[in-house]
């Protein structure tokens, strides 16, 4: 994909991908993304937003966490 698109920015990691993030986008239901430190998640972003497209997680929890969080239908 890299010599596809370049210009996009690829991260190693979740937490590479959360540093200085306004928002967190979730596309996938991989078990990577699944179990995260979510506080360390959070202690990188901008804004701790989510926008949960599989809906993989809890919306209380989130909340409680202090994410902004949307799941997609719900």
Same mark, same amino acid.
Request: aromatic share 12%; charged share 35%.
């Given at each position: 994909?890299?010599?596809?698109?370049? !210009?996009? &920015?690829?991260?190693d990691?979740?937490? !590479?991908?959360?540093? #200085?993030? %306004? +928002?967190? &986008? =979730?596309?996938? $239901?991989?078990? #990577?993304?699944?179990?995260?430190? *979510? $506080?360390? =998640?959070?202690?990188?972003?901008?804004?701790? *937003? =989510?926008? %949960?497209?599989?809906?993989?997680? %809890?919306?209380?929890?989130?909340?409680?966490?202090?994410? $902004?969080?949307? +799941? =997609? +239908?719900?």
């Amino acid at each position: 994909m890299r010599k596809e698109l370049p !210009e996009i &920015v690829y991260c190693d990691n979740p937490y !590479e991908a959360a540093m #200085e993030a %306004d +928002g967190l &986008v =979730i596309c996938t $239901e991989w078990d #990577e993304f699944r179990n995260l430190d *979510f $506080e360390k =998640i959070k202690s990188l972003m901008k804004r701790p *937003f =989510i926008l %949960d497209g599989r809906n993989i997680y %809890d919306r209380d929890k989130m909340l409680s966490l202090g994410f $902004e969080y949307q +799941g =997609i +239908g719900q």
